[in-house]
T-cell receptor
Framework: AQSVTQLDSQVPVFEEAPVELRCNYS??????LFWYVQYPNQGLQLLLK??????LVESINGFEAEFNKSQTSFHLRKPSVHISDTAEYFC????????????FGTGTRLQVTL | EAGVAQSPRYKIIEKRQSVAFWCNPI?????LYWYQQILGQGPKLLIQ????????DSQLPKDRFSAERLKGVDSTLKIQPAKLEDSAVYLC?????????????FGPGTRLTVL
């Protein structure tokens, strides 16, 4: 069975600083990878996803993630964060052929301060 | 486009009581999911419907949890009787269901507290 590990439960960072949220997965078969964001009192929203092709994927608000098959990682990065990026970030994996079933990590709380 | 709707947003009950949650997916979405998110953990899939049929309910505690999706649209999730460990946020999500992988759209969730 697949699993997702997000080692950092909380990441504090100052505004305009770069950030990396780490995600590692385990699976013996092909996977699809996702990052979801959950703002306070809101539902989960898809931030970006890797399905195939280019290993670097980007979101519309400046986040990017790179699929690294050899290291089984899908780390999320942003070169300069804003206060509005404060939220909970979840990495998730879906195994090919499992009808879109998502397995989530435990989440990383990104806290951006001035 | 309206998103996934859930009600109630909050519910407080005592253990051994029953509770039900309602979900209205995005119009036209064939697949509906219920997740349980315990504090400090990621969401865990409880049950997945394709139209009104169950695709996956392997992690649903069937002795106390039940779910249905009549007519392939709205869905209800019921807990009877509730236990303290059922305190969590219950998330509903929907997707088109036409291809794999499928982007899931989440509702705001129902926060359940069992006393």
């Amino acid at each position: 069975a697949q699993s997702v590990t997000q080692l950092d439960s909380q990441v504090p960072v100052f505004e305009e600083a770069p950030v990396e949220l780490r995600c590692n997965y385990s699976s013996s078969v092909s996977v699809y990878l996702f990052w979801y964001v959950q703002y306070p009192n809101q539902g989960l929203q898809l931030l970006l996803k890797y399905l195939s092709g280019s290993t670097l994927v980007e979101s519309i608000n400046g986040f990017e993630a790179e699929f690294n098959k050899s290291q089984t990682s899908f780390h999320l990065r942003k070169p300069s964060v804003h206060i509005s990026d404060t939220a909970e970030y979840f990495c998730a994996v879906s195994v090919a052929g499992t009808a879109s079933k998502l397995t989530f990590g435990t989440g990383t709380r990104l806290q951006v301060t001035l | 486009e309206a998103g996934v709707a859930q009600s109630p947003r909050y519910k407080i009950i005592e253990k051994r009581q029953s509770v039900a949650f309602w979900c209205n997916p995005i119009s036209g979405h064939a697949t509906l999911y219920w997740y349980q998110q315990i504090l400090g953990q990621g969401p865990k899939l409880l049950i997945q419907f394709q139209n009104n049929g169950v695709v996956d309910d392997s992690q649903l505690p069937k002795d106390r949890f039940s779910a249905e999706r009549l007519k392939g649209v709205d869905s209800t999730l019921k807990i009877q009787p509730a236990k303290l460990e059922d305190s969590a946020v219950y998330l509903c999500a929907s997707s088109l269901g036409g291809s794999v992988p499928d982007t899931q759209y989440f509702g705001p969730g129902t926060r359940l507290t069992v006393l």
